[in-house]
C-alpha cells in the first residue's frame, strides 16, 4: 500500500512517511493527532489485517513533549505499520488502545511508569518494574540520574587513583549527572 492510499485510511490529518533505510524491512510511518490515537490502531488492525501488536513506547522531545509509537504487523499480509502520535509536555495523556490490542496494557504500563504518560481508559496503571519508593519518571530526559554523585562507587578505584601509578586525573562524573554543586540539594 503506498503511502496515498494509507493517508485516505487514516485521514486528512495524519501523515503518511516511509522510514528510512531497512530496505525491504523498512516500514510506513503515520503520524495522527493524540485524538485520533485510539481510531489509527483500530484502522490498522481491521482495514489493514494488523492483527500482531508488538510493541509501544514514548520517546521525550525534550522541550516540544512525547511522541507516543506503536509498532503493529500483519501476520497474513505480512507488513508492519509504525504509528505515532505527539503529547504535550504538561499532562501527557492519549486514549488508551487496550481494547483494540489487549497486548497493550503491559506497554502502557511501562510507558506510563516510565514517561508519566497517561492512558485515558486503561484503570490498571499500577506500577511495574520500580519498586514502589522510586520517585520519578526515569526516562524523562530531565530525570537526574545521580546514584554516583550520591553516593560514592562501591567498585574499584577510578582510574589513576591506584597507588601503583604516577599520575591522576580528577575523577570523571558519568553523562547526565551534573555537578554536585548544581544538584537541587546536592553536596557543595
Known amino acids: ?11 486528512d490529518d495524519a501523515s503518511v512517511s516511509e522510514s528510512a533505510g531497512g530496505g525491504r524491512h523498512s516500514r510506513p510511518t ?9 481510531d489509527a490502531l483500530l484502522t490498522a488492525r481491521d482495514r489493514l489485517a494488523c492483527d500482531f501488536f508488538d510493541w509501544l513506547s514514548a520517546v521525550d522531545e525534550l522541550p ?18 509504525l504509528l505515532r502520535t505527539s503529547l504535550p509536555r504538561e499532562a501527557p495523556a492519549v486514549d488508551s488502545v487496550v481494547d483494540v490490542y489487549p497486548g497493550a496494557a503491559w506497554h502502557e ?12 481508559g486503561n484503570d490498571a496503571l499500577a506500577p511495574l518494574l520500580l519498586p514502589p519508593e522510586f520517585e520519578g519518571h526515569p526516562l524523562r530526559k530531565e530525570f537526574v540520574l545521580a546514584s554516583r554523585v550520591a553516593k560514592p562507587w562501591p567498585g574499584a578505584k577510578e582510574p ?11 575523577p570523571m562524573r558519568p553523562p547526565g549527572v551534573p555537578d554536585p554543586s548544581e544538584w537541587p540539594g546536592g553536596r557543595a
Open 1 to 11: 500500500m503506498n503511502s496515498d492510499e494509507l493517508g485516505g485510511l487514516f485521514g
Open 64 to 81: 516540544g513533549g512525547f511522541t507516543v509509537v506503536a509498532h503493529v504487523w500483519s501476520t497474513t499480509a505480512h507488513h508492519g505499520l
Open 30 to 38: 503515520v503520524d495522527v493527532p493524540p485524538e485520533r490515537w485510539h
Open 160 to 170: 589513576g587513583e591506584s597507588e601503583h601509578t604516577v599520575s591522576k586525573r580528577a
Open 109 to 120: 504500563r511501562e510507558t506510563h511508569e516510565m514517561f508519566d504518560i497517561g492512558f485515558v
